[in-house]
Nanobody, 117 residues
């Protein structure tokens, strides 16, 4: 079975930084995509960032320049470094992995990130 386990969420003040990570077990996605989505209360889940095995990264406009996605293929782990956090970044952050467009997609259980003073 494939398991994605996020860690590192928590409470941070506006303008602060936080890093979250997602460890994948049960399958290697070294040639696929790994990324992050988030869901705020009362809102639909939205795309945050994604990174391909080739190194290509894409970001949602709302986080571009503030968030950085990285991955360690050897550890089958993806990271999200979040800087200059805003209250509107508050959400449950979900890790996602798949072998590419049209393949089965896997999700983690989510980690809460709260930006508040």
């Amino acid at each position: 079975q494939v398991h994605l386990v996020e860690s590192g969420g928590g409470l941070v003040q506006p303008g602060g930084s936080l890093g979250i990570s997602c460890a994948v077990s049960g399958r290697t996605f070294s040639s696929g995509r790994m990324g992050w989505f988030r869901q705020a209360p009362g809102k639909e889940r939205e795309f945050v960032a994604r990174k391909w095995w080739s190194g290509l990264s894409i970001y949602a406009d709302s986080v571009k320049g503030r968030f950085t996605i990285s991955r360690d293929n050897a550890k089958n782990t993806v990271y999200l470094q979040m800087n200059s956090l805003k209250p509107e970044d508050t959400a449950v952050y979900y890790c996602n992995a798949d072998g590419g467009a049209g393949t089965q997609s896997y999700w983690g259980q989510g980690t809460q990130v709260t930006v508040s003073s």
